[in-house]
């Protein structure tokens, strides 16, 4: 059985990833799981220096899904590459994916530039989509040409495949697709959160002090399969697929709408080893079915 | 490797209105420490999120964790209509606990805060002063100190039993000192004990509370203004779920 997927020349042993934000570095979840069993560790999203994030409360709970707006605080990129990397560094069967997030195309490339010649590093995914932040972030995500611009900037300077990461926040998806594609990217990955909010009756008041975060979960998992089908219909690149997977239906159901690699997210929240029980159940269903390599499946149902 | 593991429900008893306490059987019991919270999960699958509860007490003969809980939401109601018998979804024990230090301790809870007090009054091998703030004469939990605590002094905000007022006002009153003091409670409260620990020059514990998600410090949901540089982000944030839930007074702000 063949669970290998490849994706801009990156040979990943399995489609299973982790949502960039919901796992860290991987540090906090080796204690669950063993990450070289993991197709990729996606990191959470790092700037070219630290970020303090937003303030709280950061975190919401809504039905069946959950709304956050951390504001990506993160240590910037020199400590992540003395410390993180150096940590991912025992994980070699693991691939690692660090998402790169900025305020500014400038700022995009000081991190792509730094993380040039990191060799554990096997790819860029480029934030253009955290709902949570004012400048930069979403700003790229829903401007099509701004999608381009910024993809061709990051292309020009990353020594790494880039995948461009979209945000579901936008009127069609497909355009930003496109643009990504256009921009050069070696892949897309979707979808990022969507703006929602909550409002505590009794206080009368915004649940997160950001008054907006963006909303994952089970809930958002049918408008992600949606994006990811009509994305593969569109261009000719990869899709790595997220959205409120949370059961390996949930991560079959992707790859059968089109993409190459999903990514867990909210899900480790709950279950701490969501990652590896999926893909465990990935690989009962290939043997029910008789399916013996996982490539057959991506994007079948048309 | 660390599990989420079901954990059985051995007793449930309503303490005062809106107070339970709740026992597990759970393996968490072997590794926990006073002042760390399990995760307790709903059984229904649309609420996602953990609820993070600090430890009463530990019961290793037994294997059982009890935990007590304010009814606040949807969750904790579903967790006090547990009953013997029934199983609910856990992962812990989480966080730092409180350090046992000192010849002589003041342990300081306010309402919902009084709980994780209790089984550090147990394991504190000095003096123990346990002082508790409650809103009126539900005094939940309160009788259960007289074993583990050398005194107890109660302080409620309407005056129906002993100090009329806070526990700053309590401990001002008594003229407390010793070598430390642990706090947990609400933030104006830890705040005021905390400045009372600065103008006495005793060293001062105080457990943190904010909304979280993962409970293990990996999403960054539960942070809290730290005094320094902190050693995960390096901003001045440091992580109630995984750097704490305990600190010292002066290393937050509170």
Known sequence: ?????????????????????????????????????????????????????????????????????????????????????KFLEQYKDAKVVVNVCGHSAEEYIEVVDRLADEKRVDMLEINISCPNVKEGGIAFGQDPKAVEEITRLVKAHAKQPIVMKLSPNVTDIKVMAKAAEAGGADAISLINTLTGMKIDVERQSFVLANKTGGMSGPAV???????????????????IGMGGISTWEDAIEMMLAGATAVSIGTANFYNPTATLDILNGMKEYMERKGIEDINDIIGIVK | MKVKERATVVAQKKLAEGVFSLELETNATKYAVPGQFINIFSNDKSKLLPRPI???????????????FRVVGEGTTEFSELQAGDTVEILGPLGNGFPLEGEKAIVV????????????????????????????????????????????????DDGSVGVHGTVVDAMKENELTADVIYACGPKPMLRGVAQYALEKGIKCYVSMEERMACGVGACLGCVCQAKEVDDHSHVKNKRVCKDGPVFLSTEVEL
């Open chain 1, 1 to 85: 059985m063949n669970t290998k997927v490849t994706i801009a020349g990156v040979e990943f042993q399995n489609p299973i990833m982790e949502a960039s934000g919901t796992f860290g570095s991987g540090m906090e979840y080796s204690e669950f799981v063993d990450l070289n069993k993991l197709g990729a560790v996606v990191t959470k999203g790092v700037a070219n220096v630290p970020w303090l994030g937003n303030p709280t409360p950061r975190i919401a709970e809504v039905k069946s899904g959950m709304l956050n707006a951390i504001g990506l605080q993160n240590p910037g990129v020199e400590v992540f590459c003395e410390r993180d990397l």
């Open chain 2, 109 to 156: 809870g306010g309402g919902i805060g009084v709980p994780p007090m209790l089984e550090l009054a147990k394991q504190l091998k000095g003096s123990v002063t346990a002082v508790m703030g409650y809103r009126n004469d539900d005094l939940f939990l309160a009788d259960e100190f007289i074993d583990a605590a050398a005194d107890v002094i109660i302080a409620t």
């Open chain 2, 54 to 68: 600090s430890i009463c007490e530990i019961n290793e003969l037994n294997n059982t964790l009890r935990v007590v």
């Open chain 1, 221 to 239: 998992h049918p408008i992600a399969v949606r994006m990811v089908y009509e994305c593969a219909s569109t261009v000719s690149i990869p899709i």
